[in-house]
């Protein structure tokens, strides 16, 4: 009898695709990056299935190598909130009122 303990094969690294948050770990970013780079157009070998992304690994260690686009690390810009619409709609009001 074998005293030593069943070693199990990491199934993950033999798999072809990655989940969103493999592909984050992998390239050392976050995940919100991630779906900005998808957003921004780069391609990491994505497949939507329903809500849940899969990745090529293949793919994303191509884009890892270089092979692919940049991660963008931009964020998109703000929407103007309830007090600059307030504002520009009291300028536009004060436009109309002295040009009468």
């Given at each position: 009898?074998?005293?030593?303990?069943?070693?199990?094969?990491?199934?993950?690294?033999?798999?072809?695709?990655?989940?969103?948050?493999?592909?984050?770990?992998?390239?050392?970013?976050?995940?919100?990056?991630?779906?900005?780079?998808?957003?921004?157009?780069?391609?990491?070998?994505?497949?939507?299935?329903?809500?849940?992304?899969r990745?090529?690994?293949?793919?994303?260690?191509?884009?890892?190598?270089?092979?692919?686009?940049?991660i963008?690390?931009?964020?998109?810009?703000?929407?103007?909130?309830?007090?600059?619409?307030?504002?520009?709609?009291?300028?536009?009001?004060?436009?109309?009122?002295?040009?009468?």
């Amino acid at each position: 009898m074998n005293d030593q303990p069943a070693t199990r094969p990491d199934l993950r690294a033999n798999r072809p695709m990655m989940t969103l948050t493999e592909v984050a770990e992998y390239l050392r970013v976050h995940k919100i990056t991630i779906y900005r780079a998808l957003k921004a157009g780069d391609n990491l070998g994505q497949l939507k299935i329903g809500r849940v992304w899969r990745f090529s690994r293949e793919d994303v260690v191509r884009f890892a190598d270089g092979e692919g686009g940049t991660i963008v690390k931009a964020r998109a810009p703000r929407r103007a909130g309830p007090i600059a619409l307030t504002t520009s709609f009291r300028h536009e009001l004060l436009e109309r009122r002295f040009t009468q």
